[in-house]
Nanobody, 112 residues
Protein backbone atom coordinates (compact mmCIF):
# COMPACT_ATOMS: atom_id res chain seq x y z
CA UNK A 1 0.00 0.00 0.00
CA UNK A 2 1.06 3.55 -0.75
CA UNK A 3 -0.38 6.59 0.94
CA UNK A 4 -0.32 10.03 -0.67
CA UNK A 5 -0.69 13.30 1.20
CA UNK A 6 -1.31 16.44 -0.84
CA UNK A 7 -0.96 20.06 0.15
CA UNK A 8 -0.83 23.50 -1.41
CA UNK A 9 -4.21 24.15 -2.95
CA UNK A 10 -6.20 27.32 -2.44
CA UNK A 11 -7.66 30.44 -3.99
CA UNK A 12 -5.50 32.55 -6.28
CA UNK A 13 -6.13 35.39 -8.70
CA UNK A 14 -5.59 34.95 -12.43
CA UNK A 15 -1.91 35.28 -13.23
CA UNK A 16 -0.92 34.09 -9.79
CA UNK A 17 1.06 31.05 -8.70
CA UNK A 18 0.64 28.04 -6.45
CA UNK A 19 2.79 25.06 -5.63
CA UNK A 20 1.26 21.68 -4.90
CA UNK A 21 3.13 19.01 -2.98
CA UNK A 22 2.44 15.30 -2.68
CA UNK A 23 4.33 13.11 -0.23
CA UNK A 24 4.27 9.34 -0.62
CA UNK A 25 4.67 6.85 2.20
CA UNK A 26 4.37 3.11 2.61
CA UNK A 27 5.62 0.62 0.02
CA UNK A 28 7.16 3.16 -2.35
CA UNK A 29 9.29 1.47 -5.00
CA UNK A 30 12.46 3.05 -6.34
CA UNK A 31 11.10 3.01 -9.88
CA UNK A 32 7.74 4.69 -10.21
CA UNK A 33 5.75 7.37 -11.94
CA UNK A 34 4.04 10.09 -9.94
CA UNK A 35 2.04 13.06 -11.06
CA UNK A 36 -1.20 14.96 -11.04
CA UNK A 37 -4.59 14.66 -12.59
CA UNK A 38 -7.28 17.29 -12.20
CA UNK A 39 -11.04 17.35 -12.43
CA UNK A 40 -12.62 20.67 -13.38
CA UNK A 41 -16.20 21.30 -12.24
CA UNK A 42 -18.60 19.22 -14.31
CA UNK A 43 -15.85 17.66 -16.40
CA UNK A 44 -13.88 14.45 -16.65
CA UNK A 45 -10.61 13.89 -14.84
CA UNK A 46 -7.61 14.77 -17.01
CA UNK A 47 -3.87 14.28 -16.80
CA UNK A 48 -1.94 17.42 -15.92
CA UNK A 49 1.64 16.17 -15.65
CA UNK A 50 3.64 13.10 -14.73
CA UNK A 51 7.26 12.45 -13.84
CA UNK A 52 9.17 9.20 -13.66
CA UNK A 53 11.70 8.37 -10.98
CA UNK A 54 14.33 9.01 -13.66
CA UNK A 55 13.01 12.50 -14.28
CA UNK A 56 11.17 12.08 -17.57
CA UNK A 57 8.16 14.40 -17.75
CA UNK A 58 4.89 14.66 -19.63
CA UNK A 59 2.50 17.63 -19.65
CA UNK A 60 -0.90 18.28 -21.10
CA UNK A 61 -0.68 20.89 -23.83
CA UNK A 62 -2.69 23.56 -22.03
CA UNK A 63 -0.21 23.78 -19.12
CA UNK A 64 3.06 23.58 -21.03
CA UNK A 65 5.24 26.59 -20.28
CA UNK A 66 3.20 27.46 -17.17
CA UNK A 67 3.42 24.35 -14.95
CA UNK A 68 6.54 22.52 -13.86
CA UNK A 69 6.56 19.11 -12.24
CA UNK A 70 9.54 18.01 -10.18
CA UNK A 71 10.35 15.45 -7.54
CA UNK A 72 12.64 14.77 -4.62
CA UNK A 73 13.23 11.03 -4.56
CA UNK A 74 14.86 11.12 -1.13
CA UNK A 75 11.73 12.75 0.30
CA UNK A 76 9.40 10.64 -1.90
CA UNK A 77 7.67 13.88 -2.81
CA UNK A 78 6.46 15.30 -6.09
CA UNK A 79 5.76 18.99 -6.69
CA UNK A 80 3.69 20.91 -9.20
CA UNK A 81 4.68 24.54 -9.61
CA UNK A 82 1.82 26.37 -11.30
CA UNK A 83 2.46 29.83 -12.70
CA UNK A 84 0.32 32.24 -14.69
CA UNK A 85 -2.79 30.47 -13.48
CA UNK A 86 -6.00 30.88 -15.47
CA UNK A 87 -9.64 30.46 -14.45
CA UNK A 88 -9.78 27.29 -16.55
CA UNK A 89 -7.16 25.74 -14.25
CA UNK A 90 -9.78 25.67 -11.51
CA UNK A 91 -10.19 22.04 -10.48
CA UNK A 92 -9.61 19.46 -7.81
CA UNK A 93 -6.05 18.24 -8.28
CA UNK A 94 -5.26 14.61 -7.47
CA UNK A 95 -1.81 13.22 -6.92
CA UNK A 96 -1.14 9.69 -8.14
CA UNK A 97 1.47 6.96 -7.77
CA UNK A 98 1.77 4.65 -10.76
CA UNK A 99 -1.89 5.52 -11.45
CA UNK A 100 -2.73 2.89 -8.86
CA UNK A 101 -2.84 4.96 -5.71
CA UNK A 102 -4.48 8.35 -5.40
CA UNK A 103 -4.53 11.25 -3.01
CA UNK A 104 -7.77 12.71 -1.68
CA UNK A 105 -7.45 15.79 -3.84
CA UNK A 106 -6.78 19.45 -3.23
CA UNK A 107 -8.92 22.26 -4.61
CA UNK A 108 -7.36 24.98 -6.74
CA UNK A 109 -9.60 27.95 -7.48
CA UNK A 110 -8.45 30.67 -9.87
CA UNK A 111 -10.73 33.66 -9.61
CA UNK A 112 -10.67 37.40 -9.19
Amino acid sequence: QVQLEESGGGLVQPGGSLRLSCAASGRVLSFNVMGWYRQPPGKERELVARISSGGSTTYRDSVKGRFTISRDNAKKTVYLQMNNLKPEDTAVYYCFYNELYWGKGTLVTVSS
